[in-house]
């Protein structure tokens, strides 16, 4: 499902949310002197930095909360449509 998000620096469509001050855990599922086989990922507490492209890191302006990244990916619709 896309969000509706259009990178304005790339054109790309995949948004990223980077959190700060998290606590992530991943269970080991084998373990040997090169490398481990992760399993399943958990984290815990944090909280959003920022909401960037993922393709070439554009930030979203004034964005930290997911109400915020509502109304902006909505204002950015608003003005796409306008310009058909």
Known sequence: ???G???PRCGHST????????TL????IEADEEECEY???SWDG?????YQC???GWVVPDCKD????????????????GQG
Do not use: A, P
């Open 25 to 28: 855990s991943s269970e080991v």
């Open 54 to 56: 993922k393709n070439c």
């Open 66 to 81: 997911v109400k915020t990244l509502y109304e902006w990916l909505d204002d950015e619709k608003e003005l796409n449509n």
């Open 5 to 7: 998000f259009e990178c």
């Open 46 to 50: 944090g909280r959003i930095d920022r």
């Open 39 to 41: 399993g399943r990922v």
């Open 15 to 22: 948004l990223e949310e980077i959190l700060e001050s998290v």
């Open 1 to 3: 499902m896309n969000c």
